[in-house]
C-alpha cells in the first residue's frame, strides 16, 4: 500500500513495485475507479484515524494480506517563522507527522501477527537539514523521522523492517498542494522569499522526475537487512546530510545561505 500513491513520488514508487510483480493498491483522498497505470486504489485520508482503518480494513478483505507499506503522503509549505500562521502549521504537520503515525499504528498490529513486513517512511534531505523559509516542513519531518527511527528499534524482534527514504528535489505537483504563509508585499522577508520561489522554480524545471525514487522502494522491500536512512537526488543534496554532520555550524550556514542569495546585504533593506 502506498499512501499519496495518485500523483508525484508516491505514484512514481507505486507504479515501479507494480511493474516490478507487486501487487499495489495506492491510496488517496478522492475515489479512483480508473488509472491508466492499472493500479488499485483506497479511498483514504491519513488525516482522519476512522478513514485509515476503513481503507485497510477493506484492502485486507480484498486480498488477505499485507506486506508493506510506503508513506508517501504529504504537505510541503514555505515561510518564516516569523510570519507563518499556527494553523497552518499544525495542517503540515497533521499529514506529514501524524498521518504517517496513524498508518503506523494501524498497520503494525498486522505486520506483528504475521511476523513479517515493510514500513517506507518517506521523508527529505529536509528531513536532516533545516532549510530557511522551510522551517515548519523540515520540523515535521524531522519529527516523522525521530518516531521512525525509534520505531524501527521497537519492531525489529517482530519481524517488521523498517527504513526512510529521503528524496531531494524531484520534479513533483507537491507546489500545488504546498500551503504556505499568506505573503504580504510589505513583509520583511519579501525579497529573500521571492528569491527562494524563483530558485525552486527553477530548479523543480530541471529536477528529474521521481522514478528513481521507485528503484529506492524496490531496493529496500528485497533487501535483507535495510539501512535506516536511504538519501536521493543530486549529489550537493546527498552530500549536505553529511556536511552538516562533520562541519562547524557557521560555515555550513554560509554554504546554505549561499545557495539563497542570503548573503547579500541588500536582501535586508526594507
Known amino acids: 500500500m502506498v499512501t499519496g500513491g495518485s500523483s508525484g513520488i508516491g505514484k512514481a514508487i507505486a507504479v515501479h513495485l507494480k511493474a516490478n510483480g507487486y501487487r499495489v493498491f495506492g491510496t488517496s483522498r478522492r475515489a479512483i475507479s480508473d488509472d491508466p497505470s492499472g493500479l488499485e486504489y483506497l479511498q483514504m485520508d491519513v488525516n482522519e484515524e476512522a478513514s485509515v482503518q476503513t481503507g485497510i480494513k477493506q484492502l485486507l478483505e480484498i486480498t488477505g494480506r499485507l506486506d508493506a507499506v510506503v508513506n508517501s503522503a504529504g504537505l510541503g509549505t514555505i515561510g518564516a517563522v516569523e510570519e507563518m500562521p499556527v494553523d497552518t502549521i499544525k495542517e503540515v504537520f497533521e499529514t506529514n507527522f501524524y ?20 514500513i517506507i517512511n518517506i521523508s527529505s534531505i529536509a528531513g536532516e537539514v ?9 520540523a515535521s519531518k524531522f519529527a516523522m523521522e ?11 524482534g517482530f519481524g517488521v523492517k523498517v527504513a526512510i527514504i ?7 505537483n507537491i507546489s500545488n498542494s ?7 508585499s510589505d513583509s520583511p522577508y519579501s525579497k529573500l522569499i521571492n528569491e527562494m520561489n524563483k530558485l ?5 524545471d530541471s529536477a528529474p522526475t521521481p522514478e528513481v525514487v521507485g528503484e529506492v522502494a524496490l531496493k529496500i522491500l528485497q533487501a535483507d537487512q535495510p539501512k535506516l536512512r536511504y538519501p536521493v537526488g543530486a549529489f550537493t543534496e546527498k552530500i549536505s546530510t ?9 560555515p555550513f550556514e554560509r554554504i546554505i545561505m549561499g545557495h539563497y542569495n542570503m548573503l547579500d546585504k541588500e536582501m535586508y533593506e526594507e
Request: hydrophobic share 40%; with cysteine.
Open 99 to 118: 498521518g504517517v503515525l496513524r498508518v503506523c499504528q494501524v498497520v503494525l498490529p498486522i505486520f506483528r501477527k504475521q511476523r513479517s513486513g515493510h
Open 130 to 138: 533545516s532549510l530557511p523559509f522551510r522551517g515548519f516542513y523540515s
Open 146 to 156: 525521530a518516531f521512525t527511527e525509534a520505531m524501527r528499534m521497537e519492531v525489529k
Open 166 to 172: 529521503q528524496p531531494g528535489d524531484f520534479n513533483t
Open 178 to 184: 504546498r500551503k504556505n504563509a499568506d505573503f504580504k
Open 200 to 204: 525552486i522554480a527553477s530548479g523543480m
Open 242 to 250: 553529511k556536511l552538516r554532520k562533520f562541519l562547524p555550524v557557521r
